[in-house]
């Protein structure tokens, strides 16, 4: 009689079992039978290195639904694949090439997309085997990948279909720029750095407001104030005359409740063309856009007398002006997270240039209608309510980096 191990090794037994479920076959599906179809396609895991905790529970999750239809008499499918997840590809592979002192641009494009592939087959590999140790039931027979032909033809299709029917549209959308690279940056290439600066409590008629960026004075387009703040109440909705660099200018004040009032004075100066958040403020308020920075890091003509200056020159010429005219309370020292360029450590400027986006707001009354209708059920119950506040305050959806 064979020894018996005197403790149980799942390594051991999990394997052999997965091996005999794949070679006879228990995976697949078969599209003559007769049976009722099951299907789920996975969420397909970028390709970014190996699964973590979160893809072993919903991979189970799947699993689970998967095996007990196919028990249920359901011609059960399980499609496999990986995602391609581009950008974040491309990230890792500049960190690898930056790692060996060089960029994309000395390998070249091909060699490059050569890297991506190599990356590719080793990353996807390991996920599919991280999958197959799981015991995830897939029909790897079918197994995918987000960059395959016809996929990719399924892509460009969607797209044409939502761009006929007038769900897919241009509009302008701030992003992340690197002024040296010149390029558009997605979140994931922007680096966060503690930096000391100073904060500039600047006159603002008879408000007072605080800011990192005195240069983008020259963009603002109002003020705004948090609508609970009863110390400002009195101002919102009016027009103030103010004295500035540029002479007397005319802003609006509005409130919005982006606006945290226990920070600096409860007042902030809202530059659309210059930073995420005034941007969102923005269009909330309809508030016209002033781009003082352009694409080159530098001034534009829209900022008078700055014109052509570097945005950090602009910065100490114009603290130093208001400082001549008065218009500074004070100036504390700070310290805060900016925003990098992941390649060239540049300061990242935030710049509006044209997107394309997608409507999704018809997309989501028809996904609210499915959980109203009960069709779809959410448990446990009381997320139904997240569901549709996430649903009902849904915004355009930003699907390109240009
Ligand atoms: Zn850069």
Not at 38 to 57: E, Q
Not at 152 to 157: K, N, T
Not at 284 to 308: S, W
Not at 343 to 366: C, F, G, H, M
């Amino acid at each position: 009689m064979a020894e018996i191990a005197d403790r149980y090794d799942p390594s051991i037994v999990e394997s052999r079992w997965y091996r005999e479920w794949e070679e006879r076959g228990l995976f697949g599906a078969d599209p003559a039978s007769p049976k009722p179809p099951y299907c789920i396609v996975i969420p397909p895991p970028n390709v970014t290195g190996s699964l973590h905790w979160g893809h072993a529970l919903n991979n189970t999750l799947q699993d689970i639904l998967i095996r007990y239809k196919r028990m249920d008499g359901y011609n059960a499918l399980w499609v496999p694949g990986t995602d391609h997840a581009s950008i974040a590809v491309h990230v890792i592979l500049e960190r690898q090439l930056a790692a060996e002192g060089k960029t994309r641009h000395d390998i070249g494009r091909e060699a490059f997309l050569e890297r991506a592939w190599k990356w590719k087959e080793e990353s996807g590999g390991t996920i599919i085997r991280q999958l197959k140790r799981l015991g995830a039931s897939c029909d790897w027979s079918r197994e995918r990948f987000t960059m395959d032909p016809g996929l990719s033809r399924a892509v460009r299709e969607t797209f044409v279909r939502l761009f006929e029917e007038g769900l897919i549209y241009q509009d302008d959308y701030i992003v992340n720029w690197c002024p040296s690279c010149q390029t558009v940056l997605s979140d994931l290439e922007v680096e966060r750095e503690e930096r000391d600066t100073d904060f500039v409590y600047i006159k603002y008629g008879p408000l007072t407001l605080g800011t990192v960026r005195p240069e983008t004075k020259l963009g603002d387009t109002a003020v705004a104030v948090h609508p609970k703040d009863k110390r400002y109440a009195k101002y919102v909705g009016k027009t103030l005359e103010v004295p500035s660099v540029e002479g007397t200018i005319t802003l609006r004040v509005i409130a919005d409740s982006a606006v945290d009032p226990k920070f600096g004075t409860g007042v902030i100066k809202v530059t659309p063309g210059h930073d995420p958040i005034d941007f969102e403020i923005g269009r909330r308020h309809n508030l016209p856009t002033r781009t003082v920075i352009g694409f080159d890091g530098r001034m534009t003509a829209e900022a008078g007398k700055y014109a052509g200056l570097d945005r950090f020159e602009a910065r100490k010429r114009i603290v130093e002006d208001m400082q001549q005219l008065g218009l500074i309370e004070r100036i504390e020292p700070y310290r805060h997270s900016v925003g990098l360029c992941y390649r060239s450590k540049t300061v990242v400027e935030p710049l509006i240039s044209r997107q394309w986006y997608v409507n999704v707001k018809p997309l989501a009354e028809v996904a609210t209608k499915a959980v109203r209708g009960r069709r779809i059920k959410i448990l446990p119950r009381p997320w139904v309510k997240t569901y549709y506040h996430w649903m009902d305050n849904i915004r355009p959806w930003c699907i390109s980096r240009q």
